[in-house]
């Protein structure tokens, strides 16, 4: 019996949301006496071995050129697979793009319970409950998982990654693997910066700001702080910043420890999308604005006045002149 | 050609969260029920466009739901499209909605089947890739954007940091969200002919759940912000590297 985590790659560089989810099989695996594998597919540059130090005991290494891309049917197949060598009672997933697209896919294959974006561990005492945010984040649902075999996909920056010390055997797996019916023909990648998804910190911007022309000091303070740049709606529906950068509640739901909203008022829609996170600073030159009530910390003043100002002492408290 | 739009009815998204029954239920007490946003915005009204283009296009729309959803389907028909099925059951979990749409497409056979990414509800994100697995398709989740040229489509997806461009033939089934399309309002034309419109109502197929909701709760409340003069920012610099430690 196993734990059986998905460790899920970009290039051939396993994603920060992977460690977490391996950190949270390896805990899981403990908690029910079982042991933690995991199973990675196609080409990698990593040293699996080393990811033994997240928990893990054993990987299977699945490594076939139909792999190197995600076609989530053929991703599903070869990883239901390795959850038979594996004989895996659990299996755990990040529940980042492609854990939302092959999650659900084997969930359905294997007539195994799915509880996606779990945001802890499950408590075991009295059946199989896990936690998910529901209703875009304004409430949680315990969830009873009913089938022998379970599946959990992890919301991103929801567990703590924790490493230590290990070797993991690393087992190549030969499998059947289908032909991809998908093909990718390109790939556009926002290089040198923190995408957005897996962002520690996040510095946002919205109407207040008047124009994209000032969204200077919004990138300032993010590369200073080393977070990611976001933004409110009415800013992308402006084409002020590019779609993929809108957060809320039809945009892209975030958690990171450190959200800055500057010139965000905190609809209702807006804090849906960001409601989990943290740390919420606001600065709004509105004492009314309705983001006060659900941030941490806060200015309310101008944020042309505000902002350069904390720039400043941020360079300051980093020594950068 | 012929789609398929999921719909789902989900609270209006400033409708109040709170639950009844010793917190097992949602309260629905006032609750304004809207579609989906990402299903009518984006599935649907992409779907429209394609029927724009292509005027031998079919779109059918299927909801699994009580007869309480039919306002919705019936907004849903108002803007485009040519017939609904609702199969009567209240939902149960991600799977058993999933099998008894899979179970309304089997026969029908399908081109293209568009879900939202999720619903803003149980934000599960799930329908569209078990759908795909239950008909044995292919599955693009998270789409931006998707053109059709005969039966190749080709999409872009969002990974993370960016976006990725695939092309794949017909049939599949597709989960969709901001970029794929632009919200359109229902005009009057709509809303007559949608009144005539069929509306199917079928029985669902014997599907056991894989999962079941135990209980919820409301997220623990904020204590307060801490609010720091304007002409001082240094502190508010001071209080986020000291105190709350996050930079």
Not at chain 1, 92 to 106: E, Q, T
Request: hydrophobic residues 45%; contains cysteine; charged residues 20%.
């Amino acid at each position: 019996m196993s734990v059986l985590i998905f460790i899920d790659q970009a290039e051939g560089h396993v994603k920060k949301t992977s460690y977490e989810a391996l950190s949270y099989g390896s805990k899981l695996a403990e908690q029910t006496g079982t042991s933690a594998e995991a199973v990675i597919l196609g080409k990698t540059n990593e040293d699996l071995a080393a990811l033994g130090k997240y928990g893990v005991k054993k990987i299977y290494h699945i490594n076939s050129e139909a792999l190197n891309n995600l076609d989530a049917q053929v991703y599903t197949n070869a990883i239901a697979q390795a959850a038979e060598a594996s004989k895996a009672t659990i299996i755990v997933f990040s529940n980042n793009v492609d854990g939302k697209a092959v999650a659900p896919r084997l969930s359905a294959k294997l007539k195994a319970g799915l509880v996606s974006g779990a945001v802890a561990l499950p408590d075991t005492n009295n059946g199989f409950i896990i936690k998910k945010a529901v209703f875009s984040g304004k409430a949680f649902a315990k969830i009873t998982v009913n089938t022998p075999v379970k599946i959990i996909s992890v919301q991103p920056n929801s567990y703590q990654v924790s490493a230590g010390e290990g070797t993991a055997e690393v087992v190549p797996l030969s499998v059947t693997v289908d032909a991809p019916k998908i093909k990718i023909t390109a790939v556009n990648k926002v290089s040198g910066k923190v995408p957005l998804s897996e962002a520690d910190r996040v510095v946002s911007g919205g109407r207040g700001l008047k124009g994209p022309e000032n969204w200077g000091m919004i990138e300032e303070m993010a590369e200073l702080i080393g977070a990611a740049t976001a933004c409110s709606r009415p800013v992308a529906d402006s084409h002020w910043r590019p779609h993929h950068e809108h957060v809320g509640q039809t945009g892209l739901a975030i958690a990171p420890n450190l959200y800055i909203a500057i010139g965000i008022s905190g609809s209702i829609q807006h804090l849906a999308g960001v409601n989990r996170s943290k740390t919420i600073v606001v600065i709004n030159k509105d004492p009314e604005a309705p983001f006060f009530k659900a941030a941490d910390y806060g200015i309310v003043g101008d944020a042309f006045d505000v902002v350069p100002k904390m720039n400043a002492a941020i360079k300051k408290m980093k020594g950068i002149q | 050609m012929k789609i398929l739009v999921c719909i789902s009815k989900t609270p209006d998204t400033t409708a109040k969260i709170a639950f009844t029954d010793n917190n097992t239920k949602f309260d629905t007490n006032g609750v304004q029920w809207i579609i989906n946003p990402y299903d009518e915005w984006y599935a649907l009204v992409r779907a429209i466009e394609l029927k724009e283009k292509d005027a031998a296009t079919v779109i059918h729309l299927c909801t699994v739901g009580a007869a309480d959803a039919e306002p919705i389907i019936r907004k849903a028909l108002a803007l485009g499209g040519d017939e609904a099925i609702r199969v009567n059951a209240e939902s149960q979990d991600s799977f058993y909605i999933a099998s008894q749409i899979a179970e309304v497409a089997k026969p029908v056979g399908y081109d293209l089947i568009f879900t939202g990414k999720e619903t803003i509800d149980y934000n599960g994100s799930s329908i569209g890739g078990m759908v795909a697995e239950l008909l044995n398709l292919p599955y693009v989740s998270l789409a931006t954007k998707f053109d059709l040229a005969g039966t190749k489509a080709t999409i872009t997806r969002e990974i993370e940091g960016g976006e990725e461009i695939c092309e794949v033939d017909l049939p599949l089934v597709v989960s969709c969200q901001k970029g794929m399309a632009e919200q359109r309002i229902p005009n009057m034309r709509g809303i007559m002919a949608a009144r005539t419109k069929p509306l199917k109502v079928i029985e669902p197929a014997a599907i056991d759940a894989l999962t079941s909701i135990t209980g919820f709760e409301l997220p623990p409340p904020k204590a307060g912000v801490k609010l720091v003069p304007a002409d001082n920012p240094e502190e508010l610099v001071r209080l986020l590297h000291e105190e709350a430690k996050v930079i």
